[in-house]
T-cell receptor, first 114, second 112 residues
Framework: DTGVSQDPRHKITKRGQNVTFRCDPISEHNRLYWYRQTLGQGPEFLTYFQNEAQLEKSRLLSDRFSAERPKGSFSTLEIQRTEQGDSAMYLC????????????FGPGTRLTVL | SQQGEEDPQALSIQEGENATMNCSYKTSINNLQWYRQNSGRGLVHLILIRSNEREKHSGRLRVTLDTSKKSSSLLITASRAADTASYFCATATSGNTGKLIFGQGTTLQVKP
């Protein structure tokens, strides 16, 4: 257990539905990241926050994806109008700004879109 | 897109043997990190090597970095069945943007 938690661990939804995932980082970590991982691949960066500010978004993050970190603590990732191609493991990680950017990962949320 | 490639994609060895995995990347980096992922689980940080370092050790792990060749290797000595997992290299690019760019990973199987 790295101290980063994600909820839910698994989500099955029908195409076209909206889903929301939550990530609770290590409490003193001011950076929070979202990655997506498909089977047999390494994680791909989606977006990251420093405190409340969303500092970078990948081109992978289409208009259907939105992420928030309203109070600089937990974060949510919402996918609207899900598509089968959204099926993946969504990983959250946190780190300190200072230091080497060692990131601590949560267990992930596995999304299956039927 | 992925930053780099890992080689081999899959590796199967006997317990007690050494395992070597290689990683290549494309752009200038601030540091390179190795992570382990057990099946269906999150990633666990193993070791970090800065761009101005050439070799680093942590327990049974040895990492090398060659910035001129844009490559790194991870050596696990005296492997154990519990080392069975996927191993990923990840690069933090210069400028401290925060994000990590991962390779495709090496799947290691250690047979007891």
């Amino acid at each position: 257990d790295t101290g980063v938690s994600q909820d839910p661990r698994h989500k099955i939804t029908k195409r076209g539905q909206n889903v929301t995932f939550r990530c609770d980082p290590i409490s003193e970590h001011n950076r929070l990241y979202w990655y997506r991982q498909t089977l047999g691949q390494g994680p791909e960066f989606l977006t990251y926050f420093q405190n409340e500010a969303q500092l970078e978004k990948s081109r992978l993050l289409s208009d259907r994806f939105s992420a928030e970190r309203p109070k600089g603590s937990f974060s949510t990732l919402e996918i609207q109008r899900t598509e089968q191609g959204d099926s993946a493991m969504y990983l959250c990680a946190s780190s300190l700004v200072l230091g080497n950017n060692e990131q601590f990962f949560g267990p992930g949320t596995r999304l299956t879109v039927l | 897109s992925q930053q780099g490639e890992e080689d081999p994609q899959a590796l199967s060895i006997q317990e007690g043997e050494n395992a070597t995995m290689n990683c290549s990347y494309k752009t200038s980096i601030n540091n390179l990190q190795w992570y382990r992922q057990n099946s269906g689980r999150g990633l666990v940080h193993l070791i970090l090597i800065r761009s101005n370092e050439r070799e680093k050790h942590s327990g049974r792990l040895r990492v090398t970095l060659d910035t001129s060749k844009k490559s790194s290797s991870l050596l696990i000595t005296a492997s154990r069945a519990a080392d069975t997992a996927s191993y990923f290299c990840a690069t933090a690019t210069s400028g401290n943007t925060g994000k990590l760019i991962f390779g495709q990973g090496t799947t290691l199987q250690v047979k007891p």
